[in-house]
Nanobody, 125 residues
Framework: QVQLVESGGGLVQAGGSLRLACAAS????????MGWFRQAPGKERAFVAA????????YYADSVKGRFTISRDNAINTMYLQMNSLKPEDTAIYYC??????????????????WGQGTQVTVSS
């Protein structure tokens, strides 16, 4: 089992920045892929970004490409999402997710086995 805890959410004005973190604990000794998803009010949860164990091949949704950067520090089992140039449409609950394996970058919800509780990001106009 892997436990995931997100932090770093909050209220920010449009154009501002936030940095989310996702700390993993439990069975973290093997290679695993991690990702960020978000769910806006009244919408389904959607993919944001994903990163493999090696930190290579980061992959982004088109809506955040060029503004968000995903990274990870395997030494402390933590993944990050640096969000710049935030827009009101980025308002959502942001979830981190993890799954064992490092063969491919995973972008679909059903491909992930472990999920955090989420952290709220609100961008005001």
């Amino acid at each position: 089992q892997v436990q995931l805890v997100e932090s770093g959410g909050g209220l920010v004005q449009a154009g501002g920045s936030l940095r989310l973190a996702c700390a993993a604990s439990g069975r973290t000794g093997s290679r695993y892929t991690m990702g960020w998803f978000r769910q806006a009010p009244g919408k389904e949860r959607a993919f944001v970004a994903a990163i493999r164990w090696s930190a290579g091949s980061p992959y982004y949704a088109d809506s955040v490409k060029g503004r968000f950067t995903i990274s990870r520090d395997n030494a402390i089992n933590t993944m990050y999402l640096q969000m710049n140039s935030l827009k009101p449409e980025d308002t959502a609950i942001y979830y981190c997710a993890a799954v064992w394996g490092d063969a491919t970058t995973k972008v679909r919800e059903y491909e992930y086995d472990y999920w955090g509780q989420g952290t709220q990001v609100t961008v005001s106009s």
